[in-house]
C-alpha cells in the first residue's frame, strides 16, 4: 500500500497562510482519493477537505470553506492544501490519508502529520 508523508507545517501568525503537501511515497494515490484531516489540542480528529483522484471533485468542511484550498498534480503524487487567512482555531496535526471518495471512509494509514500552530 502507498504510504503518504505530510510536511509543509510550521508556526504563522493568525491571518498568514502555509502551504502543506502531502506525497505519496514510491507511486502514485493509485487511483483512490485523498483528503486532509487535522487534530487540535484537546480535540477530536475532524475532516477538513478531500479531492477526488478522477476529475478533481473537492468537498471542505464549513470551518475552512473560502479560506483553504485542496489540490493534486499532473503526476498524481502530490495533493497540496493552501491555507489562508488562517486562525488560532486552526492549530492543529494535520493528516492526509487515502479515502473512498463519496463516503469519505478511509482506506489508507495515518502518517505521523504535520504541526500547524497559529499564534494569535
Known amino acids: 500500500q502507498v504510504q503518504l508523508v505530510e510536511s509543509g507545517g510550521g508556526l504563522v501568525q493568525a491571518g498568514g497562510s502555509l502551504r502543506l503537501a502531502c506525497a505519496a511515497s514510491?507511486?502514485?494515490?493509485?487511483?483512490?482519493?485523498v483528503a486532509w484531516f487535522r487534530q487540535g489540542p484537546g480535540k477530536e480528529r475532524e475532516f477538513v477537505t478531500k479531492?477526488?483522484?478522477?476529475?478533481?471533485?473537492?468537498d471542505y468542511a464549513d470551518s475552512v470553506k473560502d479560506r483553504f484550498t485542496i489540490s493534486m498534480n499532473n503526476d498524481k503524487n502530490t495533493v497540496y492544501l493552501q491555507m489562508n487567512n488562517l486562525k488560532p482555531e486552526d492549530t492543529a496535526v494535520y493528516y492526509c490519508?487515502?479515502?473512498?471518495?463519496?463516503?469519505?471512509?478511509?482506506?489508507?494509514?495515518w502518517g505521523q502529520g504535520t504541526r500547524v500552530t497559529v499564534s494569535s
Open positions: 514510491g507511486g502514485t494515490f493509485g487511483g483512490d482519493s
Open positions: 490519508t487515502l479515502i473512498k471518495y463519496y463516503d469519505t471512509e478511509r482506506i489508507g494509514a
Open positions: 479531492i477526488s483522484w478522477f476529475g478533481g471533485l473537492t
